[in-house]
T-cell receptor
Framework: AQSVTQLGSHVSVSEGALVLLRCNYS??????LFWYVQYPNQGLQLLLK??????LVKGINGFEAEFKKSETSFHLTKPSAHMSDAAEYFCAVSLNTGNQFYFGTGTSLTVIP | KAGVTQTPRYLIKTRGQQVTLSCSPISGHRSVSWYQQTPGQGLQFLFE???????NKGNFPGRFSGRQFSNSRSEMNVSTLELGDSALYLCASSPGVTGEETQYFGPGTRLLVL
């Protein structure tokens, strides 16, 4: 069975500080990994994804994530937080069989001015 | 390309009623997935349709059903509504060929059951 764990349901950072949102997965086969962001009363928007190739993936709005197979992790980072980054962030995995996504429980990011 | 659209955006129903939600995928996408989002349970997968066939199904009771039309538009139906069905229902579309494809989400339908 596949599962996704996001450590920390709430994360607060100061504006300009490093953002680190954690995601660990369990999968019997190498998964595809995604980070989505959700702003209030909106759907999910793709930030970045890892499929194959380079393990450091760059996404929109200055976010990036690194796939570490040995640690089964796909943590999301941004060097300098902006007020507009305040949102809910979801990590998800997908397998090559079928089209089902498995989502983590989400991390709510608060940016303190 | 136009994004994924969902109608209606908001719904208020009472217990015991039934409801139908609609999702129009991005043009050319053949896969439509439905998710239920609640504060307590997070995002839970309901089912996925591909070329008018249900291809994957989550762990929800039979009161939750769906269908997909030949133009890939999809509907989700919930019968005999319960208070616990209050949630944001999201649909997502993708080409549906491999698991590495991005799922594109609509804005959701917020259902309140009284």
């Amino acid at each position: 069975a596949q599962s996704v764990t996001q450590l920390g349901s709430h994360v607060s950072v100061s504006e300009g500080a490093l953002v680190l949102l954690r995601c660990n997965y369990s999968s019997s086969v190498p998964p595809y990994l995604f980070w989505y962001v959700q702003y209030p009363n909106q759907g999910l928007q793709l930030l970045l994804k890892y499929t194959t190739g380079a393990t450091l993936v760059k996404g929109i709005n200055g976010f990036e994530a690194e796939f570490k197979k040995s640690e089964t992790s796909f943590h999301l980072t941004k060097p300098s937080a902006h007020m507009s980054d305040a949102a809910e962030y979801f990590c998800a995995v997908s397998l090559n069989t079928g089209n089902q996504f498995y989502f983590g429980t989400g991390t709510s990011l608060t940016v303190i001015p | 390309k136009a994004g994924v659209t969902q109608t209606p955006r908001y719904l208020i129903k009472t217990r015991g009623q039934q409801v139908t939600l609609s999702c129009s995928p991005i043009s050319g996408h053949r896969s439509v997935s439905w998710y239920q989002q609640t504060p307590g349970q997070g995002l839970q997968f309901l089912f996925e349709y591909f070329s008018e066939t249900q291809r994957n199904k989550g762990n929800f009771p039979g009161r939750f059903s769906g269908r997909q039309f030949s133009n890939s538009r999809s509907e989700m139906n919930v019968s005999t509504l319960e208070l616990g069905d209050s949630a944001l229902y999201l649909c997502a579309s993708s080409p549906g060929v491999t698991g590495e494809e991005t799922q594109y989400f609509g804005p959701g339908t917020r259902l309140l059951v009284l």
